[in-house]
Structures are given as C-alpha cells and as structure tokens.
C-alpha cells in the first residue's frame, strides 16, 4: 500500500526538509504525479512512513535514542550532505572554469586588438612607402620630359644654326663664283691686243 503525499507532508512525516524528502523521492524512484493544484504528489509506500496516529512509545521500553539514530544523521541525510558538499565542489569548480574562460576570452580579444593594431600600422607603412615610390616616379617622368623638351630644343637651334651657316656658305659661294667670273673677265680682256682693246 501507498500514500499520496505532497513532499512538505513526506517531510512533516518523516522530520525532515522538503528538499530532502524531493532527493528521497528521486532516489527511491517512487512514482510521482501532478496533482490539480500544481503540486507534486508522491505515491510513498506504507512502511517508509512514521504513522502519526500510532501509539506512543514507553520511555521505558523504548530504546535509548544515540546521535547516530537522529532522522538528521541517518545514513540517507548523511549520503545527502555528501552529495550537497561535492555539489558544492562541482559548483566552485565551475565557477573557476567559467572565470578561466572569461580571462582567456579577454585575452583573445586583447590579442586580436593587438593584431588589428599592428596590421593597421603595417598597413600605413605600404601606404607610406607607396606613396613615395609614386612620388619618386612622377619626378622621374617630369626630369625626363623636361629633358626631352630641352634635348628637342638644343636639337632645333642647332639645325636653326646648321642652316644659317649653310646659307652663309652659300652666299659666300656665290660671291666667290662671282668674283671669279669677274676675274676670268678681267684676264680675257687683258688678253687682247692693246689696238683691239682700244677698238672695244
């Protein structure tokens, strides 16, 4: 036979909490239902529970009660707290891993700031350096144009020059040749007899 017994009547029964009496329940695996009030109901067999309606013992037949007898020191509370302290340990260590986790989750982020840091510098560097080949490259083509433009400048006075002294030597061809003409006249008429000079 089985009791329908919500756990704060399990623990007024028995003498003990209600958290006990929840942990008993699992433990013992006794069938639990939902009652129409919200509450769980636990099916608690007979002779798990202390009948309150039962007569109460002689002090002179009963046995002396030892601490070890105590609902509180009794070998399932005492496998309750064990387990309540090593909970507690499960707790604490998990407290120490979650902070492990957020300090090795600061670091990562720290180190990828440092690493966006030094990316970013490194970029401005080929940015920099860029820019200055650019710049040394663009004073190159302009010493070269400048160049060119003087080159094709000495170029053009020289032949501007070339044909003034060809058109002087030229003239003083010309004038040569002339004066040769001249002089071949000149001989030709001295050669002529003086009465045919005379006679024109």
Same mark, same amino acid.
């Given at each position: 036979?089985s009791r ?8 007024e029964a028995l003498?003990?909490t ?11 695996r006794?069938?639990?239902v939902?009652?129409?009030d919200?509450?769980t109901r636990v ?7 202390v009948?309150?309606?039962s ?8 046995p002396p009660?030892?601490?070890t007898?105590s609902?509180m020191d ?7 707290k064990?387990? +309540? %302290?090593h909970v ?5 260590? @998990?407290a $120490?891993? !979650?902070a492990q986790i957020g300090?090795?989750?600061? &670091?990562?982020?720290a180190?990828?700031a440092?690493y966006?840091a030094g990316?970013?510098a490194?970029?401005a560097?080929? +940015? %920099? ?6 710049q040394? @490259?663009a $004073?190159a !083509?302009s010493?070269?144009e400048?160049?060119a433009? &003087? ?9 501007a020059?070339?044909?003034a002294?060809?058109?002087?030597? +030229?003239?003083a061809?010309a004038a040569?040749?002339?004066l040769?003409?001249?002089l071949d006249a000149?001989a030709?008429e001295r ?5 045919r000079?005379l006679?024109g």
């Amino acid at each position: 036979m089985s009791r329908s017994l919500t756990y704060a009547e399990m623990a007024e029964a028995l003498k003990i909490t209600p958290e006990s009496a929840n942990r008993l329940a699992r433990r013992k695996r006794w069938p639990r239902v939902k009652g129409n009030d919200g509450r769980t109901r636990v099916a608690m067999p007979e002779e798990a529970l202390v009948r309150q309606d039962s007569p109460p013992v002689s002090p002179l037949v009963s046995p002396p009660v030892s601490p070890t007898d105590s609902p509180m020191d009794s070998p399932p509370d005492k496998l309750i707290k064990a387990l +309540e %302290a090593h909970v507690e340990t499960l707790k604490a260590q @998990l407290a $120490a891993a !979650e902070a492990q986790i957020g300090k090795l989750g600061d &670091d990562l982020v720290a180190y990828d700031a440092a690493y966006a840091a030094g990316l970013s510098a490194e970029r401005a560097k080929v +940015e %920099a350096e860029r820019a200055k080949a650019d710049q040394a @490259l663009a $004073a190159a !083509e302009s010493r070269a144009e400048r160049q060119a433009s &003087d080159f094709a400048a000495r170029e053009a006075q020289q032949a501007a020059s070339l044909a003034a002294e060809q058109a002087k030597t +030229e003239k003083a061809i010309a004038a040569f040749a002339s004066l040769a003409d001249r002089l071949d006249a000149l001989a030709a008429e001295r050669a002529k007899p003086w009465w045919r000079r005379l006679a024109g």
